[in-house]
């Protein structure tokens, strides 16, 4: 199975009109058998191929949709999305027609084609079966279907769909089989996600990291080509790959949310107590010391002899001016830095 992705267009009449009867030039002569695989539920489809007026609802309910995005009518935006899905003698054999509908409607969930308007119809006329699966790149939520690195993914979907129904892989698919993206594509994938809540595959990093986990509890282990051997169990080898890349993602994920709360902890006590605020703490400690000597010395039971004893220059004397002095010794700071800045 390949993954191809066409150029954007601008008229759904056109690719629409198409899909049921063909290029202008062999309309009539020519017999496409399209059928219609799937489809989303804010499109209305129509009964089959001659069925005109369901064809032209159909087109209707893409063009209201595309309006409603904010660049509709500037003439550069192209709102037609269409990826083709093709198929061997070899693929058709191994997939019945429901095989070739949850195939169909794992891969327009893969490429988030789920989340705008959408129709796959399916054509027989040539040697290669295939699937066009057209949709609006203006999505539901009016914003415009990502285009980056399209192409790629497109190829990277069909690789991850074909291991899952074991397809046949060409070279060069052979070559993109193992990495990242396809990887990602099928961790996602349900039978991956049952695979991975195996007790014994928790964890696990590789397959080196299986075979010496095996070695330790005397598990026999074997591998064979595609197949792993594990005990009673007999796993393939491009599962299990999917199902350490998600254990994987899943380890780096913890990490990486530990640190951000130990960050976010620090953060929190550095806002909590500021470095202004220990120097706050330090004077009112000081302040704290000071009060409590005074309280002490106020405390003190003195005898009224020793009053009657003071000396009347001494309570003269504690007649004392405090802002007088203290007004002085500001003026005399302040004609001080006068001076000094003159010089």
Same mark, same amino acid.
């Given at each position: ?79 037609? /999305? ?8 070899? @693929? *058709?054999?191994? #997939?019945? &027609?429901?095989? %070739?509908? +949850? ?77 990242? /993206? ?8 349900? @039978? *991956?996600?049952? #695979?991975? &809540?195996?007790? %014994?595959? +928790? ?141």
């Amino acid at each position: 199975m390949v993954g191809v992705v066409s150029e954007k267009g601008k008229s759904f009449e056109g690719l629409i009109n198409y899909l049921f009867e063909g290029r202008l030039k062999d309309r009539g002569s020519a017999n496409k058998r399209p059928e219609i695989v799937s489809h989303s539920e804010n499109v209305r489809v129509p009964f089959g191929v001659e069925d005109k007026v369901g064809r032209n609802r159909l087109i209707s309910d893409l063009i209201s949709q595309a309006k409603l995005h904010r660049n509709y009518g500037d003439h550069s935006t192209k709102y037609i /999305g269409e990826h083709i899905l093709s198929f061997t003698e070899e @693929d *058709i054999k191994k #997939l019945g &027609k429901d095989q %070739i509908k +949850k195939l169909c409607e794992q891969y327009v969930k893969d490429a988030d084609i789920d989340r705008t308007q959408y129709v796959a119809v399916s054509h027989a006329d040539t040697n290669n079966y295939h699937i066009h699966i057209v949709f609006n790149r203006c999505q539901n939520d009016n914003t415009l279907y990502p285009d980056w690195k399209e192409k790629t993914k497109t190829a990277e979907r069909a690789i991850a769909l074909a291991i899952k129904y074991d397809l046949g892989l060409t070279d060069r698919q052979e070559q993109m089989a193992d990495s990242k /993206g396809v990887l990602e594509i099928r961790s996602k994938h349900q @039978d *991956i996600i049952d #695979l991975a &809540k195996e007790p %014994i595959l +928790k964890k696990i990093r590789n397959i080196k990291h299986f075979e010496k986990i095996c070695e330790a509890q005397n598990i026999p282990f074997s591998l064979k080509r595609d197949k792993l051997n594990v005990g009673n169990k007999t796993f393939k080898k491009r599962d299990l790959e999917a199902v350490f890349f998600k254990n994987r993602q899943m380890s780096k994920e913890a990490r990486d949310n530990k640190k951000a709360n130990e960050y976010s902890s620090q953060k929190r006590k550095i806002k909590q107590k500021p470095a202004y605020t220990f120097k706050k703490e330090k004077i009112e400690q000081k302040s704290e010391g000071l009060q409590k000597q005074d309280n002490s010395i106020i405390d003190l039971n003195l005898n009224n002899e020793l009053l009657q004893n003071i000396p009347q220059h001494v309570e003269e004397n504690q007649e004392f001016n405090n802002r007088k002095a203290y007004g002085k010794s500001d003026k005399e700071e302040k004609m001080y830095y006068k001076r000094r800045k003159k010089r």
